[in-house]
Each structure stands twice: as C-alpha cells, then as structure tokens.
C-alpha cells in the first residue's frame, strides 16, 4: 500500500502505467465522501495503457488520514501540487469530478505552473443560492443516517479503518461547510487561467446543471472546451464510460507534451 508524507498528513495512492518520457502523467482527484478507488476504479485500466496515472485518496478520505481534522478545497489543491512533486513530476493532467472538480478548478487557478491540462467534471466555481439551500440538507448526519443508511454504511466502511468509526459524520459537516463557502472565483479571475482546460458535466447533474455551473466555467476560461452530454447524471465517467475515455483521452493527446 503506497504511501507519502505531503505537508502533515499521509497520503495513500495508487499508480498504474509506465512512465512515458514525453507525456506528463495524469493525477486523479476523487469526489468528498468517498476514495480514489471508488471514484476511478472503472477508468483507470484504460487511462494506465498510455499514461502513467496516479490516484491519491484525498486527506481525509479513505486510507488517508486528517491531522487537522479540515477540509478545503485550497488545502486539497496545495496536497495535490505537493503530491506532482513528491512523484518527481514538474507538471501533471490533473482530472477532478464533483468537489474534486473544484480542487482541480483551483489548482488551475492558483497553482498553473503544475497542471499541464485540467479536466473539470461536475464542479461549480462560485457559490450559489441553490447550493447554500440544498447542501446543507443532503449532507446532515441525522438525515443520512435516517434516509441514507447505505451512504452512511459506505462511508464508514472506506474511512474508518484510518480516521475512526464515527469519523464519517465529522466528514460530512466539514464538507458541508467548504460546499457553502468556496469556490468562488468571478469572471475576471477565470479569464486569467492559462491552463488548457475540459469541462464537463452531466446535462441532468442534480447538483451543479440547475445554475449552470460548467457553461460559467467554460464561458469564462480562455479557450476552455466544453461537453454537456444529454441524459446523464453527476457521474459522466461511469454513466458513459467509453465517451468520457475517447473525449478525454483526445484532450489530453492534444495537449501532452512535457
């Protein structure tokens, strides 16, 4: 089980792939509640045949631990420039999805001098009415545990081992909390991001489609692409794997070079 000390807390990861001499490797960033395995499992074997990929569990988050007991999207980004370095890399594809689609639109805004592309899939880049009316809600302990018992048991199931068995609802109120205060980045701010960038997200995500989350970040971002695929929920990378991997794979080809 790979493991490294980045800034105070010890991050688990797996890698998969060779390292290939001229393309920068690829960092995946997980969504909160859940790990590195959940989240990319399903993608990784075909990502892996032509890029070396790395997938950190988030501190915090299943076999990495919290030493400070936070969780910000700021923190997370700072973890995840330190782990490009840490692996040996000046520069990494760094794909994020739901609040790690956040982690990945900060580090293009406020650490571009590690991403060489950036793939942002069902992230927001400001905080909206609908978001402080509707997190804190989904993301009540009581509430889980009431209606959601089978989150509650996954929750428990990949963090306990390191952050403790009642750990889960610690994670969720810290979530919940960065959820409702940032990001929040306004247009002049995007318009200065010089990071290649993707955006995606589902045209039915529940979560971020009602505001239009990825159409601001793409309007906004200098030659940002985006895709909106119709019919599709919060998880694009699963509810339409071989797309996402053809969009993605394409992205990145066109813009790997170290």
């Known amino acids: 089980m790979p493991t490294t000390q980045i800034n105070d807390a010890k991050i688990y990861y797996q890698v998969h792939g060779d390292d290939q001499p001229h ?36 501190r915090g988050h299943g076999r990495s631990n919290n030493p400070r007991m936070s969780y910000s999207f700021r923190e997370l980004a700072d973890d995840v420039a330190e782990f490009i370095h840490a692996m040996g890399y000046e520069r990494a594809h760094v794909i994020g999805h739901s609040n790690g ?15 060489q592309t950036c793939v942002v899939q069902a992230a927001n880049a400001y905080v909206t ?16 545990a009431r209606e959601a018992p089978d989150w509650r048991d996954e929750m428990m199931a990949l963090h306990s081992e390191v952050n403790g068995r009642d750990y889960w609802k610690d994670l969720l109120w810290l979530t919940m909390r960065e959820i409702i205060s940032e990001p ?15 955006v995606i997200m ?22 940002a692409e985006l895709w909106i695929p119709k019919k599709t929920g919060h998880n694009v ?14 992205f990145l080809k066109r813009r790997d070079a170290r």
């Open 237 to 250: 990378h699963k509810e339409l794997e071989q797309e996402w991997l053809e969009r993605v794979m394409d």
């Open 101 to 115: 689609g956040n982690v990945a639109l900060v580090m293009a805004v406020e650490y571009p001098d590690v991403v």
């Open 202 to 223: 589902g045209a039915e995500d529940k979560v971020n489609a009602p505001d239009e989350h990825a159409q601001y970040i793409a309007g906004n971002v200098p030659g």
């Open 23 to 58: 393309r920068a490797p690829i960092v995946l960033v997980h969504g909160s509640t859940i790990d590195s395995h959940t989240d990319w499992d399903s993608v990784i074997p075909a990502l892996a045949k032509e890029y070396r990929v790395y997938a950190p569990d988030c």
């Open 184 to 198: 929040n980045y306004s247009p002049s701010e995007l318009a200065r991001v010089n990071v290649p960038m993707l």
């Open 129 to 144: 009415r609908y978001l402080i009316e509707r997190e804190p809600i989904v993301f009540d302990p009581d509430r889980v």
